[in-house]
């Protein structure tokens, strides 16, 4: 007598639970980025103040920025969470694995990227407090926007790989339509790195993005496959 093969499987439960991180990226994302713009930057002043009086500003309310970068990189993190249900929907969609890696690989670098900037803008804040010019936190506040535009080529593949796994599928294919437009409007805002004035795409690319996050897990959630 032989003992029966033994199948490996993954329950539905660990996969829903994985895709509910998708909207709580979303919500959480959306929540800190509505308290950063009423809360905190207003502190900073103006872009157009002088670079001295913008410095001190920030630097007298740097328990609000630190409590704002924390929520920031916290609510980033989440979207580490989902990359569970992102892997075992891909290789689904994708026996080879390919689509699954590469969405993963790059889900890990967005999940990076732009909570780093928050950290970076921490070590500002103290670089500052010990002593430093306080123009140099004037300066620092481009760490946000160049670490949100650096973190759009991750997110070119991390979209690109979801949308040709929903379209090996033959699913959703608004998602696959939407996806196309965030990637061109994501890779445009990127040139941010180049010029300042490409800040608003690059701002409504992202919030884009999210959507789009939070419109898959809810699509997932509902497909309950």
Do not use: K
């Not at 989440?78 to 699954?100: C, N, P, Q, T």
């Not at 593949?157 to 979801?162: K, L, S, T």
Request: with cysteine; aromatic share 10%; charged share 10%.
């Amino acid at each position: 007598m032989t003992a029966p093969a033994v199948t490996a499987t993954t329950t539905a439960d660990p996969v829903r639970t994985s895709t509910r991180f998708g909207l709580a990226f979303t919500v959480c994302q959306l929540l800190v980025m509505i308290a950063m713009a009423v809360f905190v930057l207003p502190h900073g002043g103006a872009p157009s103040d002088p670079a001295m009086e913008r410095g001190q500003s920030v630097q007298e309310a740097a328990g609000l920025y630190r409590a704002g970068n924390f929520a920031f990189m916290a609510a980033g993190s989440l979207l580490l969470g989902f990359l569970g249900a992102v892997w075992a929907r891909l290789r689904r969609a994708d026996a080879s694995g390919v689509l699954a890696t590469v969405a993963v690989a790059s889900g890990v670098l967005l999940a990076l990227i732009w909570p780093l900037a928050g950290m970076l803008h921490d070590v500002a804040l103290e670089t500052a407090a010990g002593g430093a010019d306080p123009r140099i936190l004037a300066g620092w506040d481009a760490v946000a926007p160049y670490g949100l535009a650096f973190s759009v080529f991750a997110r070119v593949f991390f979209v690109g790989a979801i949308a040709l796994g929903l379209r090996a599928t033959g699913r959703a294919p608004w998602l696959v339509r939407s996806a196309a437009v965030v990637v061109v409007l994501s890779l445009v805002g990127s040139a941010t790195l180049v010029s300042g004035a490409l800040f608003p795409l690059l701002a409504l690319s992202t919030f884009g993005y999210e959507l789009w996050v939070a419109a898959l897990a809810w699509h997932w959630l509902r497909d309950g496959r």
